[in-house]
């Protein structure tokens, strides 16, 4: 059984904060980083990247939301952050989500989970 997954990024606090808005769970301070605890999986760990690593690039972490595709694209907007709608053939799609510009996550809404 997985109990936690962690990534690494310039600005935990502020990163796990938005990915909690994103996945509507809690965040809370962990100390060493910021941990988003998840209803049903592991949850997530949010460290800091050491000054001068470099970026995580793809993370390999999918997220499921409650939000609609345009409110998560609202909130990359508001971030700063890119994200394109993705559909491999055969799929809904996910959202491909690029935290701080750098470290690329998946966010998949409920209609993309085919709920």
């Known amino acids: 059984m997985i109990l936690r997954v962690s990534m690494k ?3 935990p606090r502020h990163v796990a904060a938005v990915l909690a808005e994103i996945v509507d769970r ?12 998840s209803a049903q999986g592991p ?7 050491p000054e001068g690593a470099p ?3 793809e993370c390999g972490i999918a997220l499921a939301t409650p939000l609609t595709i345009a409110e998560v694209f609202a ?3 508001r971030e700063g952050w890119p994200a394109r709608h993705r559909r491999p053939q055969g799929t809904s799609g ?4 690029l935290l701080e510009g750098d470290c690329r996550i998946e966010v998949l809404t409920a209609e993309m989970q085919g709920a």
């Open 9 to 11: 990024v310039r600005d």
């Open 26 to 37: 809690p965040v809370v301070d962990a100390g060493a980083g910021w941990v988003i605890a």
């Open 43 to 49: 949850d997530l760990e949010v460290l800091e990247r």
């Open 55 to 57: 970026p995580s690039g």
């Open 75 to 77: 909130i990359a907007g």
């Open 94 to 97: 996910v959202i491909e989500l």
